[in-house]
């Protein structure tokens, strides 16, 4: 069985990863939001396709100066989407690795981001990736709200 692949994000897939973000509860980020992020070259975006050539999921994510030492280079993660209808297949894990390979390669020394407290599947992916938690966001998200955890790790 051929497994899904990871594949770049243009501008033809914005609408499928609208609709995976909204399927999944992600802070709603606009069509003009990616097509930003897709211009931008510290962005680091990429989707996983079906066999049958379908954007089954997605990472949104960018490098950054890091804000406690002069030149070196952090990373941020924005949003993992998967499909609803490939969840529970380690296809986050999938994602997850293909950012983590992109940030080694542009020597990314840590590697942040946020995500809701109630989320107990991806807090887990995100701990068995060596993430760890350094604070928690009051209010954070809406819709519901609710608190963020900020994790980081070490790339």
Known sequence: MDSPR???????HLGDLIRIAEETNLNPWTAQHYLEELKSPTSIMFRLESVENETIGFIV???VASNDQEDAVDAEIYNVGVDPKFQRLGYGQTLLTAFLDACRERKVRKIWLEVRETNAPAV???AR???????IRKDFYADPREN??????ES
């Open 6 to 12: 990871i594949r770049s994000v243009e501008t033809s």
């Open 61 to 63: 994510g960018r490098t």
């Open 124 to 126: 887990g992916l995100y």
């Open 129 to 135: 990736n060596d993430f760890i938690p350094v604070t």
């Open 148 to 153: 963020g955890i900020l994790m980081c790790r």
